[in-house]
């Protein structure tokens, strides 16, 4: 039972564009969300979080979002260029502990 | 700082063997974490501790063992192998007590397992 879920494996986007990525949550008692860059044949590296007593964290160019009603959150990256292109995960924790993942979403962003 | 190392970082077992990865880190991080990613499939968590001497299940843990003797280490073991492990396997460690900044995790570069 997948309980993050980033719907979209996929997109492209044009340099200096907006990306927006999406990702989707079932539990409720998630209190902590983080979203993860990889590149191939490396681990993920931490990129921006949020805590649930919040709807937005800005990082420079990275955003993140949280809609607690509507169970989603989304990163926005802005200006997009081409050292973004990587997978992002999107992953939560109800209290620190255990961390729940997402599939992914492939990011490339086209010079 | 290394940060997390693990090894090794390609391996073939034979189906029915036994082996150890290994993962450590030098950041005297509290918590630390295995997971395993199947292709196109997200990080699925099989075992985690939150210091030495506790450890406990994720969502995936049959099939493997972990122990904790020191803050650095965290040994997955692997015991009778099936194709079914096929995976590549991360480990990553936070800080885990402080402000929520500590939910951040740092992860090894990873082990690509191939049980055939």
């Known amino acids: 039972d997948q309980q993050v879920k980033q719907n979209s494996p996929s997109l492209s986007v044009q340099e200096g564009r907006i990306s927006i990525l999406n990702c989707d949550y079932t539990?409720?008692?998630?209190?902590?969300f983080l979203w993860y860059k990889k590149y191939p044949a490396e681990g993920p590296t931490f990129l921006i979080s949020?805590?649930?007593?919040?709807d937005k964290n800005e990082d420079g160019r990275f955003t993140v979002f949280l809609n607690k009603s509507a169970k989603h959150l989304s990163l926005h990256i802005v200006p997009s260029q081409p050292g973004d292109s990587a997978v992002y995960f999107c992953?939560?924790?109800?209290?620190?502990?255990?961390?729940?993942f997402g599939t992914g979403t492939s990011l490339t962003v086209i010079p | 700082n290394a940060g997390v190392t693990q090894t090794p970082k390609f391996h073939i077992l034979k189906i029915g063997q036994s082996m150890t990865l290994q993962c450590t880190q030098d950041?005297?991080?509290?918590?630390m974490y295995w997971y395993r990613q199947d292709p196109g499939m997200g990080l699925k968590l099989i075992y985690y501790?939150?210091?030495?001497?506790?450890?406990d299940k994720g969502e995936v843990p049959n099939g493997y063992n972990v122990s904790r003797s020191t803050t650095e280490d965290f040994p997955l073991r692997l015991e009778l192998a099936a194709p079914s492990q096929t995976s590549v396997y991360f480990c990553?460690?936070?800080?885990?007590?402080?402000?929520?900044?500590?939910?951040?995790?740092?992860f090894g570069p990873g082990t690509r397992l191939t049980v055939t």
């Open positions: 990553a460690s936070r800080l885990g007590q402080g402000p929520s900044s500590s939910y951040e995790q740092y």
């Open positions: 539990n409720s008692m998630f209190d902590y």
């Open positions: 950041m005297n991080h509290n918590y």
């Open positions: 501790s939150v210091g030495a001497g506790i450890t």
């Open positions: 949020i805590s649930s007593i919040k």
């Open positions: 992953a939560a924790t109800p209290a620190g502990n255990q961390f729940y």
